[in-house]
Nanobody, 116 residues
Framework: DVQLQASGGGSVQTGGSLRLSCAAS????????IGWFRQAPGNERDRVAC????????WYADSVKGRFTVSSDNDKNIVYLQMNSLKPEDAAVYYC?????????WGQGTQVTVSS
């Protein structure tokens, strides 16, 4: 079975850090773009970061630039999202997505709560 497993969410105070993981099983990240998205209650699901497993090129939403870092460990088939200097507005359910020309897979969400 093809699966993406997101984990690492939790509750932190403003200024804290969390590292989310997105692990794949049943397929290889090679040639996929892995994206991290988040969705807060009442809001749309927005992409916050992504990385190309092929060449390591990354992209960040303006709201997280300089605070979040996305990285890919192709040997382990895991993509990480290091989140530093967290703000209350970062609180959301975070999802990972693996996409290529012929397929797209979503993982289940992991909750991030940031208290002020």
């Amino acid at each position: 079975d093809v699966q993406l497993q997101a984990s690492g969410g939790g509750s932190v105070q403003t200024g804290g850090s969390l590292r989310l993981s997105c692990a794949a099983s049943g397929f290889s990240f090679n040639k996929y773009a892995i994206g991290w998205f988040r969705q807060a209650p009442g809001n749309e699901r927005d992409r916050v970061a992504c990385v190309s497993s092929k060449d390591g090129i990354t992209w960040y939403a303006d709201s997280v630039k300089g605070r979040f870092t996305v990285s890919s460990d192709n040997d382990k088939n895991i993509v990480y999202l290091q989140m530093n200097s967290l703000k209350p507005e970062d609180a959301a359910v975070y999802y990972c997505d693996a996409k290529t020309l012929w397929a797209e897979y979503w993982g289940q969400g992991t909750q991030v709560t940031v208290s002020s």
